[in-house]
């Protein structure tokens, strides 16, 4: 039997629920800021920046938008987070990426500069382990969505051995796909599988 679970339920549920959680805070004086960094130009990231600037739009979420040019070297980039880690108007950090490729950026140790309090996107080394061992920790959001899904449609997914295939309907139609046991530790430790939560972007099937 094949089930297809779309994301654009859950994903509607997750967003009224940061608007509720926003607004609680906004009442009481408090607001977020989270803090994008951008090296160079590049349309991948573009996309995605335009995406995150009207979701947090819609949940009363500010966004500081820092651009930097693709000529930086790695301590520039490293300190900038570091005053983004000391200032406390600042939530979350998000670093968009793939980097320029004439860059010499070891892409871990910016990451890593990140506290890893602020790290809302799981890239720093420390919160990669924690989500293995942590139920409270940041996931990376790719393993998030999934589990968030599964969590939505009352799948569990302890002792089972299930087959996921990703489908990007894009013009590449690439794929991804994979066996495994004990499936929600794998979610947690795969933040490059091909799915997004976005409904009608991308699908998942359940077997």
Request: with cysteine.
């Amino acid at each position: 039997m094949v089930q297809i679970l779309k994301g654009s339920d859950i994903a509607t549920v997750i967003l009224n629920n940061c608007k509720r959680k926003s607004n609680e805070l906004c009442k009481l004086g408090k607001s977020i800021l989270l803090a994008v960094i951008g090296v160079g130009k590049n349309k991948s990231f573009e996309s995605y920046l335009k995406g995150i600037m009207s979701k947090s739009k819609q949940c009363n979420i500010k966004v500081k938008y820092i651009h930097l040019s693709e000529d930086i070297s790695q301590n520039f980039l490293i300190d900038t987070i570091h005053d983004l880690n000391s200032d406390n108007s600042v939530n979350g950090i998000l670093i968009l990426k793939p980097f320029p490729k004439n860059l010499n950026i070891n892409a871990q140790e910016v990451c890593d500069a990140i506290e890893p309090i602020k790290d809302i996107d799981c890239v720093t080394s420390v919160n990669l382990a924690s989500s293995f061992v942590n139920k409270d920790s940041y996931n990376p959001c790719t393993a998030e969505a999934c589990l968030r899904i599964f969590d939505y449609y009352g799948i569990n997914l302890e002792s089972k051995n299930n087959c996921l295939e990703f489908s990007k309907l894009s013009s590449s139609r690439s794929q991804k796909s994979s066996s495994v046991n004990n499936l929600s530790k794998y979610l947690k430790s795969n933040s490059s599988l091909n799915f997004g939560i976005k409904g009608g972007v991308t699908v998942l099937c359940w077997y």
